[in-house]
């Protein structure tokens, strides 16, 4: 049984910092591509960050520069260290893993599983 485990929101003001983490069970997470996702109240779940094994990464133009995903394969975790962040990135934040072939997509619908999601929430 797949289970994804996010952790890390909060709340914070605008200009500050989190990290988010992921930490997956019963896959061969090395394998998987690992995605950060995120919803906002009335808005569609949109893709914020994908990382594949290596260097291969993605990232929403809104978040470029100032968000970093990247996974230790070792210990079957992917991180989102967001900084300086800003009131529009609020939102709860999900975690999810699409099954080989590792296609580096940014639709949500195209990943297996998923966590329970972690709200982050940055006031101005």
């Known amino acids: 049984q797949v289970q994804l485990v996010e952790s890390g929101g909060g709340l914070v003001q605008a200009g500050g910092s989190l990290r988010l983490s992921c930490v997956a069970s019963?896959?061969?997470?090395?394998?998987?591509?690992m995605g950060w996702f995120r919803q906002a109240p009335g808005k569609e779940r949109e893709f914020v960050a994908i990382?594949?094994?290596?260097?291969?990464?993605r990232y929403v133009d809104s978040v470029k520069g100032r968000f970093t995903i990247s996974r230790d394969n070792a210990k079957n975790t992917v991180y989102l260290q967001m900084n300086t962040l800003k009131p529009e990135d609020t939102a709860v934040y999900y975690c999810a893993a699409r099954r080989p072939p590792p296609l580096l997509t940014t639709t949500p619908q195209l990943y297996n599983y998923w966590g329970q999601g972690t709200q982050v929430t940055v006031s101005s």
């Open positions: 990382r594949w094994s290596g260097a291969s990464t």
């Open positions: 019963g896959l061969t997470f090395s394998n998987y591509v």
